[in-house]
């Protein structure tokens, strides 16, 4: 492990700020998986990322279609959400590979779900019910100098001054 981060999530805008900060730190070739629950704020994180990138359109969760794709200007964007992946054959299906050129990021929602198809992570990420109290729990791991990066910007972004 590179490098580890905790912090406290109070409310959606920071799920969301937290997203903007990491899509600072992106860049081609990158895989970030996203962790917790129904409902913890992975889609949510999601969509911070792709807004820190300059997507101004909707970001509709993957959960039906397993992928969405972002054309942007300097990088294509995978966004997947595995909760209903069932079948190997989906992998193939819905042309997942692409996600993992030099070109593209992926961003996995449910990674548990296809653990044997996914290439390793440069970042994870776990969002937590925050005990005793409202908002969420974030935590995140870089296993390499890539990974590294988002988690800079991430803690410049959102220590406390
Ligand atoms: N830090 C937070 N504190 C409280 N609510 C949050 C936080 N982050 C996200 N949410 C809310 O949690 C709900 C579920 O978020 P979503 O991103 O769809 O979760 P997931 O994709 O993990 O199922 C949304 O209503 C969202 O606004
Ligand atoms: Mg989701």
């Known amino acids: 492990m590179i490098a580890t981060f905790r912090t406290h999530l109070p409310d ?25 629950e129904l409902g913890a704020g992975k889609t ?64 996995v929602e449910w990674p548990e779900r296809v653990a044997g198809f996914l290439p390793p992570a440069d970042l994870e990420v776990h969002l937590l019910p925050a005990t005793g109290g409202d908002g969420r729990t974030l935590e995140l791991a870089a296993t390499t100098t890539a990974g590294e990066r988002c988690v800079s910007e991430i803690r410049k972004a959102l220590a406390a001054p």
């Open 12 to 36: 959606a805008a920071a799920t969301e700020a937290a997203g903007r900060a990491l899509a600072r730190g992106l860049a081609g070739g990158m895989l970030v998986t996203l962790s917790g």
């Open 44 to 107: 949510t994180l999601a969509r911070g990322v792709l807004r820190g990138l300059g997507w101004e359109g909707p970001v509709k969760s993957p959960s039906y279609t397993l992928l969405e794709h972002y054309p942007l200007s300097s990088l294509y964007l995978y966004h997947f959400d595995f909760y209903r992946f069932a079948d190997p054959q989906e992998w193939e299906t819905v042309g997942a590979a692409e996600a993992f050129t030099p070109r593209s990021v992926g961003l």
